[in-house]
Structures are given as C-alpha cells and as structure tokens.
C-alpha cells in the first residue's frame, strides 16, 4: 500500500452526508453530461500540499470554506466527488 499527498484536495464531512445523497434528487441540479452541482452551499476543507515531500509525513495547509460541489450519481447515489467551488 502506497500513500502520497496530492497538490491540493479537498475534504467532506460526514454529517452531511444525508444533503449531499440528495443532490442526486432534489438539491442537484444537471451539470453537463454526468455531474450534478448541488443547490446549496456545503463545508468543504480545502489542502494544499506546502512543501517538502509529498510521502508521510506531508506538509499542507487547510482552508475551510463553503461551496456548491458537484458530484456524479449512479442508481441515485453519489459515486464521485469532483471539484468543487467557492460561493460569490
């Protein structure tokens, strides 16, 4: 088993994972071919990689934020959490 740090990541957290089953129905709207982008903003923490090497342990610097996020849905679930971005 293999464990390196991207450039940049991005994490959801687990109590919302009831809102975000639902941009699949009714909190997602349609966004090109095979993604959904949620109506409502979720917390989203954002890490950047900052240095050094990218093998354990890494550096990074985490940014939390709000954002509409997009994900792809199979049979009605979520299967992919893409890019997300910031609120205006």
């Not at 959801?12 to 009831?18: A, E």
């Not at 129905?25 to 890490?47: I, W």
């Amino acid at each position: 088993f293999f464990f390196f740090f991207l450039q940049r990541h991005q994490h959801l957290y687990s109590w919302q994972q009831g809102s975000i089953k639902a941009i699949c129905g009714n909190n997602g709207n349609p966004y090109g071919e095979a993604l959904r982008l949620s109506k409502s903003p979720f917390q989203v923490t954002t890490c950047r990689h900052v240095g050094g090497s990218p093998w354990p342990p890494c550096r990074c610097r985490a940014t939390p934020g709000f954002r509409r996020i997009f994900v792809a849905c199979k049979h009605g679930l979520p299967v992919h959490f893409d890019e997300s971005f910031f609120c205006p």
